[in-house]
């Protein structure tokens, strides 16, 4: 009995001197704090606001950097700021732009500036068209504010023609309004405020072709050259171009718009036995362009302001002949009945 019991003593004195007893003696696991506990324990510390998904005010970088707290891997860029850097990668348009023009202009257009309207109005020719026209609204108002000042002005020439052959195209063939009786039956007029209530998307905004014309062309560039470049879907109207105007030769294009356009009887006549010169309504409807250029030069100073202006400019398109002959000459300015029959190729025969 006495041996068992030493036995049994010496085992619990031999488990006591291995393990021990004592506190500074026991196992001890320490189980380190991860990162995101770290943000969670800064996130819900008293007196601060807690971080949460649902917070509106909280954007795509507060909701992944907290305040406190090692940061984490960089994310994937938001993606507003990868729309804002395509936004500024604009693909360049103009050379499409300028095709789409020569396909309208070069095929549908005679050397006449008379306009093929019934084929436009249909089929290829008409899906043409419509892609000229959706082009206007793609250009991009950065790749826009690139451009020269000539760049500029034929953009909004081409735009103001094919606007306009669009206009006709979206009403042909065009029906007669019963209080416009005073006005041929194919003609522009007949359309319902053709240049102030009918509206074309071009970079993003809305333009009617009075604005096109006023604000985008003669406010800006103050030529009045530019008067005898734009169509107005009608037989007096200067010369509808079988080509779009192009920036590089666009002085020399628009001093030949004005010359042809002298030269035909419906653009200037000279009555040299009345000693009238008869010129085209189109001067009258733009005075104040053409006298705003030209009415301070001093050559034909005797003369009112208007007609000091119209002759001051007339006489650098007309021919050395006519231009001697005016100068030497008191003229009186009248003008021509205006022709609002549709600008509309004849028929074809079979």
Not at 125 to 140: G, S
Not at 196 to 211: C, D, N, Q, S, V
Not at 267 to 278: A, C, F, L, P, Y
């Amino acid at each position: 009995m006495a041996k068992k019991t030493a036995i049994i003593l010496i085992l619990i004195l031999t488990c006591a001197a291995i393990y021990g007893s004592g506190p500074q003696n026991q196992f001890s696991f320490t189980i380190q704090q991860p990162d995101y506990a770290l943000q969670t324990q800064t996130e819900t510390t008293p007196g601060k606001k807690m971080l949460s998904e649902s917070d509106p005010n909280l954007d795509h970088e507060s909701k992944s950097t907290p305040e406190s707290g090692p940061q984490p891997e960089p994310q994937d860029k938001p993606e507003v700021e990868t729309d804002i850097e395509s936004q500024l990668q604009i693909k360049p348009l103009k050379a499409q732009f300028y095709r789409n023009c020569e396909i309208i202009f070069t095929r549908y257009v005679d050397k006449q500036g008379r306009v093929d309207y019934k084929t436009l109005s249909r089929g290829q020719a008409k899906r043409e068209l419509i892609a000229a026209e959706r082009l206007l609204d793609n250009i991009h108002l950065v790749e826009y504010m690139s451009w020269s000042e000539n760049e500029k002005k034929a953009f909004w020439i081409n735009t103001y023609n094919i606007c306009t052959i669009k206009l006709i195209i979206n009403k042909y063939p065009i029906e007669r309004l019963i209080y416009m009786f005073t006005y041929p039956d194919n003609s522009i007029k007949q359309i319902y405020r053709p240049w102030t209530k009918h509206y074309f998307k071009i970079m993003g905004l809305e333009y009617t072709l009075r604005e096109i014309e006023r604000e985008k062309l003669l406010q800006r560039f103050k030529d009045p050259r530019i008067c005898f470049a734009l169509s107005y879907a009608s037989i007096s109207s200067a010369l509808l171009r079988n080509e779009p105007y192009y920036p590089e030769k666009l002085d020399w294009q628009l001093d030949d718009q004005v010359k042809k356009f002298l030269q035909s009887a419906k653009g200037m006549k000279i009555d040299r036995t009345e000693r009238v010169i008869h010129l085209s309504d189109i001067f009258n409807w733009y005075r104040k362009t053409i006298i705003e250029k030209y009415g301070s030069i001093k050559k034909f100073r005797d003369l009112d302001l208007r007609t000091r202006a119209y002759l001051n400019f007339i006489i650098n398109y007309v021919s050395p002949d006519d231009a001697k002959y005016i100068e030497s000459t008191n003229f009186t300015i009248d003008f021509l009945r205006y022709d609002w029959n549709l600008n509309e190729q004849p028929k074809k025969t079979k």
